[in-house]
């Protein structure tokens, strides 16, 4: 089993910034990627990025320019740097873990417990 475990929410103003971190523990298989996703109030969970571990990465347009992801798929670590805050980035933040056997035969995937990212003056 994997365990995934965030660190770095809080509160901030609009237009800072914070960093989220987060660290996975035990395997699963073959790494594929990990991921923040967020859960704002009322609408569902939406990813906000995604790192692979051949290198791909993906942002949500509502974050491109302002958030980055980073991380180290061997250390099975990723960061989220989070720039120019604005009240829309709200929400809990998720990192997410997905694994596959290596050979697209199944895929299973691993959340953490989340962290509350708030933007308010």
């Known amino acids: 089993q994997v365990q995934l475990v965030e660190s770095g929410g809080g509160s901030a103003q609009p237009g800072g910034s914070l960093k989220l971190s987060c660290v996975a523990s035990?395997?699963?298989?073959?790494?594929?990627?990990m991921a923040w996703y967020r859960h704002p109030p009322g609408p569902q969970r939406e990813m906000v990025a995604f790192?692979?571990?051949?290198?791909?990465?993906w942002y949500n347009d509502s974050v491109k320019g302002r958030f980055t992801i980073s991380g180290d798929n061997a250390k099975k670590r990723i960061y989220l740097q989070m720039n120019s805050l604005k009240p829309d980035d709200t929400a809990v933040y998720y990192c997410?873990?997905?694994?596959?056997?290596?050979?697209?035969?199944?895929?299973?995937?691993?959340w953490g417990q989340g962290t509350q990212v708030t933007v308010s003056s």
């Open positions: 790192i692979s571990t051949d290198d791909r990465i």
């Open positions: 035990g395997s699963a298989g073959t790494l594929e990627r």
């Open positions: 997410h873990s997905r694994w596959s056997d290596g050979g697209g035969v199944w895929r299973t995937e691993f």
